[in-house]
């Protein structure tokens, strides 16, 4: 079993594709299938249905994956090992980001560190805190920041408490709650909602803060996109609960303390198993220590 026959299979995994996956690795089509094909044979399993229209993963090819992704992960990462004991960072760094991160200005950390660092292979990727914790779990991203509901447990990561953040009512300056000093859940609770999607962890602060004053709320509108959820606030199409330190960088909106908002917690997220050398770094510029 070779290493770039793994590498095959997570591409083919990632891309449904054995074209896309063969472009991905810059290899011709035909030596990325062969090289599956005697990895298979070598297994004695088939790791991927494969029909006309679209290529998935066998039972046997998703219990191989995870491993042979924890098995790549150990061969860049004692590449990068070897390289730092010799004062040299580089080696890939995935990054995973949530859109309302406002504990670290991740723009300027990531300016600086590649001044610092120009042979680290950076990329980066938003998505969701429940989804973030499971990839760097898997070893599918070295660090994430998240933002959770207070008193949300993480399990399966190593992780540091980077702030602590009450909510406040978003909404546009023509609205008639507009001129208020301090709101209510009871207040709002008859408002149409605009707010991230139904089940993840940035839904659920407000969510479990209507549920645990015993009031139900209307969301009209669901979006994961940052630009979008700030236009529709500013249309006036309804009102949004955000942490506050993030809410302050949204122009042109109000933004109004209320009684018994829910607190949001921001996290940096790493694997048990500790940063390679290029994670560890970006820990440290952001005052960090594993």
């Excluded at 990325?32 to 790791?47: D, F, W, Y």
Aim: aromatic share 6%.
């Amino acid at each position: 079993m070779e290493l770039r026959q793994m590498r095959y299979v997570v591409a083919v995994a990632e891309h449904g594709s054995f074209t896309r996956a063969a472009e991905s690795c810059f290899v011709v089509q035909s030596a990325l299938s062969h090289q599956i094909a005697r990895l298979e044979k070598e297994l004695g399993v088939q790791l991927f249905h494969r029909t006309s229209r679209q290529v998935r993963l066998s039972p046997a090819g998703t219990a191989f994956l995870p491993v042979a992704r924890q098995c790549l992960d150990a061969a860049d990462r004692a590449a990068a090992e070897a390289a730092a004991a010799e004062g040299e960072i580089r080696g890939p760094l995935t990054l995973g980001v949530i859109p309302t991160v406002a504990a670290v200005d991740v723009p300027e950390v990531l300016r600086l560190f590649r001044t610092r660092h120009p042979q680290v292979q950076i990329r980066l990727t938003g998505g969701t805190s429940g989804s973030f914790v499971r990839q760097v779990a898997d070893g599918a991203l070295d660090l994430a920041f998240l933002g959770l509901p207070e008193g949300f447990e993480l399990t399966g990561v190593a992780h540091r408490l980077l702030a602590e953040d009450q909510h406040r009512a978003v909404l546009a300056a023509g609205h008639p709650l507009a001129a208020r000093r301090r709101l209510t859940l009871e207040q709002l609770a008859d408002e149409t909602f605009i707010d991230f999607p139904a089940g993840s962890t940035g839904r659920q602060q407000a969510d479990q803060a209507f549920a645990t004053a015993g009031l139900i709320r209307h969301v009209a509108y669901e979006t994961s996109d940052i630009l979008l959820l700030s236009r529709l606030l500013r249309a006036g199409l309804g009102v949004a609960l955000l942490a506050a330190s993030f809410a302050d960088q949204l122009p042109e909106l109000v933004k109004i303390p209320v009684a018994n908002a829910p607190t949001r917690t921001e996290h940096v997220i790493w694997s048990t198993f500790g940063p390679a050398p290029a994670a560890a770094e970006f820990l440290a510029q952001i005052g960090v220590a594993p």
